[in-house]
């Protein structure tokens, strides 16, 4: 600190700066402040850090990496990628990342749907759907979702029929309190055509989509782009399909006594998170739309109608554009609580990244710092890799201002 | 109207008086019009009004009949809950009339639960002091409210021997009042250290920005569980062996930084929202840094966002819902326990505990968001001036 000359600076001159202790020179001052919490989270840390070392020699706790690669010895009822007990921390770090990655994927895609349709029902001039909605929007936001997953894997899937009872579905869906049996898809050698084709068709649906806005913007015509788009997506690969044929199969389940054969097992612990998680999440994008769609102030809709445009198109070229730049970031945070909360899977069980890692793997290896690190970490990943798309997208989709 | 000239050409025919305004047409008013426009506008609308009204006869007899009722309201034991002919019951309010004491007081011994029942009368007294905008003498509620009433509670609850209440150890407390002290304890830490945060976030001092913005974003970019198990297993490896610290006392440090993180990103909308002559305006007065945020900036600041604090509030709320998974005999722990206790081993006695656990969340939360509502229309109402 700089402060042995403050008193000899001062003196008479004009143009010196004013003498004053420099305890009142806010400058100094704030380098004081900062030295001042600097020590102290240092000091802090430091202490944190020796207390820890110290108690994790007496209790004989190893530190470091090492047992990434150690023998979990663990099972995990469901895994997308291989394991066994055999294997290791790692492995297991993986199975749990990947449950953790499918439910919140999923979770997503459904939780959007349902939030957009409940948010629109909500702006509803029908009194009886728009009520609905409302009942909905604040049933849902106002309970803990702990207590909505609890209630879904609890209370509505472990109370489903014995296997031998099982709900028999049409088209060879079995669902019991195992959770749901569905035919599992079979692909032939010729298969790969069908996806080739899907490829190709998604990538002449973009390239129309681009030359359809060149020539909208060019002429002012548009194009039947949902279309001719939906005949690309949908139709080609659908007759490449016939043309290979039909290189598709199902391994329809076999309900037996007491188990249930073949097919795919989707697990209630899945399901049950992903209804909790769906339905949660749904209403408070159903708030979001919502507040979107009313941002768009009144006058662009009257406007538009002024310049002669329809209401379908109204609504495609002025309101949804312009709603879409308020809804997309409280939408990305959704997004993003509802990849955080998924690790609740924790309380009904399904295996994902808490549960197998922060929940397993810490209890038995005992490692705290580590095991609580990487997982924290990877959450971080998540969170900071979705705000710098997000600022990304921002930076283009911000309205530019004179 | 020029009643002179009209009298002076005085015809049969001309008018003398304005007609009277006519009532307008019956199709225009009237329940059968409201019903027409909200409900039958249009082909599209019928349809939706068809299905909605589907929706609504399906679903609401169903649930009225499960939770009123079919409901069994008195019984001693699952007995009463059970299927009779092969007919399953309603709701097993009796079960949760049986055990109702024990979701609010947990273990707490029983002769002493009125220092719960103060706790919650006390507690009352300050949310409402705070929470009703005329109340006499606000400055004191708060002092109450953040000083008073966590020191008296600490007390109360914990036991003091100076006073002739005997300890009672947090491992014996639970249920309603667990969650409601962890979620005191949360919305009283969580606003000054939010503002501190938030401050330090906008802070010039690149140190103290470096550490609030470092601090704020670890804790909102990993769940609240992580936080949970973090203060559960590393915090008693942080201290030296010879403290040791209580198992609730963790929690409640998780669920302290953890909204205060929410907190002050909240508070930071709001400073941000005020304009920047407001601080040019204090700093031209001669006010200090503290001078101008405890009297200027502040209270504008936090006005406005006192709807954004009470949500963060209701989030709070709902997230004391997690300390079960770390352990912790909450609310929603005690409906847990009780609800496969086999001596109310009955088809609905797990729905009955969801849906009495479901509806005891709810009035709490859907009271607290019916405030924030309530201060944000008032908040609208006074920037139209």
Redesign the interface.
Known sequence: MSSVDAPKMGGTGGDEKPRVAFWND?EKR?YL???L??VV?GYLVY??AS??I???T?QKIATGFGFWNNTAGFDIGQRLIPYETTSSYGRAFWVGLVNTLLVASIGIVFATMLGFIIGVARL??????NK?AAIYV??I???????QL??WY??VLK?LPEVRDSVAMPGGFFLNNRGLFMPEPVFGASFSWVTWALAAGLMGYFAYGRWARKKQERTGQQSPVLLVGLGLVIAVPLLVYFAAGQPLSFNIPDLGRFNIRGGVQVFPEFVALLLGLVIYTAAFIAEVVRAGIQAVSKGQTEAAYALGLRPGPTLDLVVIPQAMRVIIPPLTSQYLNLT??S??A??VGYPDL?QVF?GTV?NQTGQ??EV?AI??AV??TI??FTSLVMNWYNSRKALVER | MNTQVVSASSKAYVRQEPAAVLPPPGSLIGPLAWIRDNLFSSPSNILLTVVAAAVAYISIPSFLNFLIFDAVWTGADREACIAKNGVVPGACWAFVRERVNFFIYGFYPVDQRWRVDLFFVLGAIGVAWMLWLKAPRRDIGMIYFLVVLPLVSYYLLGGAAWLGLPAVDTARWGGLMVTLVVAGVGIVASLPLGILLALGRRSKLPVIKFFSVMFIEFVRGVPLITVLFMANTMLPLFLPDNITVDKLLRALVGIGLFASAYMAEVVRAGLQALPKGQYEGAMAMGLGYWQMMRLIILPQALKVTIPNIVNTYIGLFKDTSLLLIVGIFDFLKAIETARIDPQWAAPTTSTTGYAFAAIVYFLFCYGMASYARAMERRLSVADKR
């Open positions: 806010p704030g402040f900062q030295a919490l600097f989270v202490a944190a207390n820890a110290d108690n994790l007496k509803s001039k029908n009194f009886l759907v609905l604040e049933v936001r106002n309970t803990p979702l702990l207590l609890l209630f609890n209370a109370a955080k909360n690790s609740l924790v309380a808490v922060m810490l705290a710092v609580i997982t924290m959450y971080l969170s900071l």
